[in-house]
């Protein structure tokens, strides 16, 4: 079978497949002498099953790893998708032994692919997920766990088209049907703003669960279909905590926060998600306000809220507003998120108080955050916009992995700093 994508250098770079001792190697395994003391294991002898339950952290596992490959008892198929679903795990959670153990599978079974692809997706890697199922399907036939889980990847990513592909596959090995299968269809549409689709196939269902109608209603509303959206609504015979906030976000972002205020006072009970849905609704709508209000009368706030605020603050020019309540949250001893300080820091740009933007930049290096992503760029702009060029190249410098972003950022400013020359040389670095 092949495994082009994927593999790790040691498995793709020769033709020959990998001894164990090269597998104990590659992983830096060695057994623990007080089980290199045990007599002889087969998969006859031991059942490795109960043998890896035992194992609660990736030490124990690779433990046992090293002692399977000694006894030459691994290259068993029980034995090595016993390890796949153990470093898959939650508790070991390590995709990169998960897959080292699945491409030395000689015949991976469908509940191997099934392990692997669902571990990629719980991991936020669902793009090898895709492609791991579409490598998949030139081996076995996918199955009601498969598609699911393969699906609500392409849902993360936005992935309309492999998503649709798959649908087209589904509806020929006969899985058009499968109530899992079909919810998580109508999720994806739903989700990708197809919900012409969605609505498809959601009439197509026998049995449609909670799930299925909180997609559709979610759909909706992202699409801005309100009164479809609440007709929907009135027409669920059950409802839970998530079918209320769905709807009252999707009003929110649509702009229809008077209909969402009415679905969020009638609600039975609130969380946060519904709390930080209607004051970014209102601060969106210019209340700024009425969403301070609602603020003030939460039962208890986390960092989303926090930043909802904000961000708020800042989107409406009340920039001081908003650094006074990043200084309020710091007192609360709420740690900040990324988010929280690229609004601060933009709220600074607002104001150009350059004491203000090093105060900040402080507070990031005491507490370790990376500059690599758009902190970095929001660092840049900050000191250019305050007036201080020299600090803004000083943070371009101390940015280990460049981006766009980045690059960006100092050319703009080196431009507003009237360094033309500068500018040029930037450009035609990032080039």
């Given at each position: 079978m092949g495994h082009s994508d994927g593999r790790t250098p040691w498995l793709w770079l020769s033709s020959d497949p990998p001894t164990p001792l090269q597998v104990a190697a590659m992983l830096q395994l060695t057994p623990s002498l007080s089980l290199l003391h045990k007599p002889f294991l087969s998969p006859q002898t031991l059942n490795p099953f109960s043998l890896l339950q035992t194992c609660k952290t990736l030490q124990e596992a690779q433990q046992h790893h090293a002692l399977f490959l000694k006894t030459g008892t691994f290259s068993h198929p029980s034995v090595a998708s016993c390890f796949l679903s153990l470093y898959a795990d939650p508790k070991i959670n390590n995709l990169d032994y998960a897959r080292s153990v699945f491409d030395q599978i000689e015949q991976p079974?469908?509940?191997?692919?099934?392990?692997?692809?669902?571990?990629?997706?719980?991991?936020?890697?669902?793009?090898?997920?895709?492609?791991?199922?579409?490598e998949l399907v030139h081996e076995l036939v996918p199955d009601h766990f498969t598609v699911p889980c393969v699906i609500k990847g392409c849902a993360r990513l936005n992935a309309i088209e492999e998503g649709k592909q798959i649908h087209g596959l589904v509806l020929k090995i006969g899985l058009g049907l499968d109530k899992f299968v079909q919810s998580s269809l109508v999720s994806l549409y739903s989700k990708c703003g197809e919900i012409g689709l969605a609505r498809k196939v959601f009439d197509e269902m026998r049995d449609r669960d909670l799930v299925t109608w909180n997609s559709l209603v979610d759909g909706y509303a992202r699409c801005g279909e309100v009164e479809v959206a609440m007709e929907l609504f009135d027409q669920m015979q059950e409802r839970d905590l998530f079918s209320w906030t769905v709807l009252v976000d999707g009003l929110s972002k649509c702009g229809k926060v008077e209909m969402a205020r009415e679905v969020f006072d009638r609600m039975p009970n609130r969380n946060s998600v519904s709390w930080n849905a209607m004051i970014n609704g209102y601060m969106k709508a210019g209340e700024v306000e009425t969403a301070r209000q609602l603020f003030s009368g939460m039962p208890a706030r986390d960092v989303i809220t926090w930043n909802s605020m904000i961000a708020g603050y800042e989107f409406n020019g009340r920039f001081m507003e908003a650094l006074?309540?990043?200084?309020?949250?710091?007192?609360?001893?709420?740690?900040?998120?990324?988010a929280t300080l690229v609004s601060a820091l933009s709220a600074v740009s607002g104001l150009a108080i350059l004491s203000k933007g090093r105060w900040i930049h402080s507070f990031m290096v005491k507490h370790g955050f990376e500059l690599d992503g758009v902190l970095g760029t929001s660092l840049i702009d900050m000191y250019s916009k305050c007036g201080s060029i020299e600090n803004a190249l000083t943070v371009f410098r101390a940015i280990h992995r460049k981006k766009l972003g980045h690059w960006t950022s100092i050319i703009v400013g080196l431009g507003m700093h009237v360094m033309p020359d500068w500018s040029i040389l930037a450009v035609s670095i990032s080039i």
């Open positions: 079974s469908l509940v191997s692919w099934n392990v692997l692809i669902k571990c990629y997706v719980g991991n936020q890697r669902s793009h090898d997920a895709i492609v791991l199922f579409y006074e309540l990043f200084q309020e949250i710091l007192k609360e001893d709420v740690m900040p998120s990324h």
